[in-house]
């Protein structure tokens, strides 16, 4: 399982970015593609996840319609639309993927729970 996540710089408050995880070496179907990430002198958190299968989504209280995830089956590669961009954004953002049954992000993985493969991080910096 290989997971490749993409599309971090460097971005004004009120801008956008996507981020893209692609992925390869698993039969997507069978996972759960969640976005996380971790701010500086902070610890990791949930952000966002995709069901591969279904493509029912979840996200955190703070994503506030501000991000949006979303999956290409034709380029094996999950998406986080990032808008209206604020400082407190300004974090590592890793992709991540948990081998599912479901058709609907579970509970666990709504928690951030059950992620056994990772990318490496892309990092977002958003100025005030």
């Known amino acids: 399982v290989q997971l490749q996540a993409s599309g971090g710089g460097l971005v004004q408050a009120g801008g956008s970015l996507r981020l893209s995880c692609a992925a390869s070496?698993?039969?997507?179907?069978?996972?759960?593609i969640g976005w996380f990430r971790q701010a500086p002198g902070k610890v990791r958190e949930f952000v966002a996840a995709?069901?591969?299968?279904?493509?029912?989504?979840y996200w955190k209280d703070f994503v506030n319609g501000r991000l949006t995830i979303s999956r290409d089956n034709t380029k094996n590669t999950v998406y986080l639309q990032m808008d209206s961009l604020k400082p407190e954004d300004t974090a590592v953002y890793y992709c991540?993927?948990?081998?599912?049954?479901?058709?609907?992000?579970?509970?666990?993985?709504?928690?951030?729970?059950?992620?056994?493969?990772w990318g490496q991080g892309t990092k977002v910096t958003v100025s005030s």
């Open positions: 070496g698993f039969t997507f179907e069978d996972y759960a």
């Open positions: 991540a993927a948990a081998l599912t049954s479901s058709r609907r992000i579970t509970t666990a993985q709504a928690m951030g729970i059950g992620y056994d493969y």
């Open positions: 995709i069901n591969w299968r279904s493509g029912n989504t």
